[in-house]
């Protein structure tokens, strides 16, 4: 019921190119899903989040896309760029109450040149 | 930038030793959490407080304990280093909606 499970592992694209980065979940009481970037040597910084209200949500060449009935999430990087290549988590909560984030094991971004 | 502060940022100790890892956020935030990591590996939950005097575990406890006394402050403390302690340790403290904040994380090496 607490598990987010994240795909693929790692992933190259070339620049310019499109980055997808899939999450699912269990817990249907979940209500908050962020995405996570982590640059070597740093935390974790948020990058972009939704709530269930809303099906997609952009933030520049950040786009979340939310399946509530599939219980998927997803994000899609346009235009990738060098430095985009990070590790980036899918997360999830119940955000009244006390649960904690529940993280997905990470995907490698390395975009090419 | 997040006002969440973690130290020692880099530790190198003896087995056996007890050490405790700091951390402190001035955003006035309920919840904190203590994650572990190897580089770019997935996070691992270990503990978690939601207010003072509430403290829980998750999937790594068993070797460690961590207190909140403080709203501001959620130390860590290993009573006894391993070497397989060896690892990065992160810091995170939310308001009761919203994003999670990290620190820096501290890099400890049990030789």
């Known amino acids: 019921q607490q598990q987010v499970k994240q795909s693929p592992q790692s992933l190259i694209v070339q620049k310019g190119g499109i980055s997808i980065i899939n999450c699912a979940y269990e817990?249907?009481?979940?209500?908050?899903f962020p995405w996570y970037q982590q640059f070597p040597g740093k935390g974790p910084a948020l990058l972009i989040a939704?709530?269930?209200?809303?099906s997609e949500k952009k933030e520049g060449r950040f786009t979340i896309s939310f399946n509530k009935s599939a219980k998927q999430f997803s994000l899609h990087i346009m235009d990738s760029q060098p430095g985009d290549s990070a590790t980036y988590f899918c997360a999830a909560t119940q955000e009244a109450g006390n649960t904690p984030l529940v993280f997905g094991k990470g995907t490698r971004l390395s975009v090419i040149a | 930038e997040a006002d969440i502060y973690q130290t020692p940022r880099y530790l190198v100790i003896g087995t056996g030793k007890k050490i405790t890892l700091e951390c402190s956020q001035t955003?006035?935030?309920?919840?904190m959490y203590w994650y572990q990591q190897d580089p770019g590996m997935e996070l691992h939950l270990i503990h978690y407080?939601?207010?003072?005097?509430?403290?829980e575990k998750g999937d790594l406890s068993s070797e460690s304990t961590v207190s909140r006394i403080r709203t501001e402050h959620f130390p860590l403390t290993l009573e006894s280093a391993r070497p397989s302690h060896t690892s990065q340790y992160l810091c995170?403290?939310?308001?009761?909606?919203?994003?999670?904040?990290f620190g820096q994380g501290t890099r400890l090496t049990v030789v």
């Open positions: 817990n249907t009481a979940f209500d908050y």
């Open positions: 939704i709530r269930p209200d809303v």
């Open positions: 955003m006035g935030h309920d919840k």
């Open positions: 995170a403290s939310r308001p009761r909606r919203g994003e999670a904040f």
């Open positions: 407080s939601y207010g003072v005097n509430s403290t």
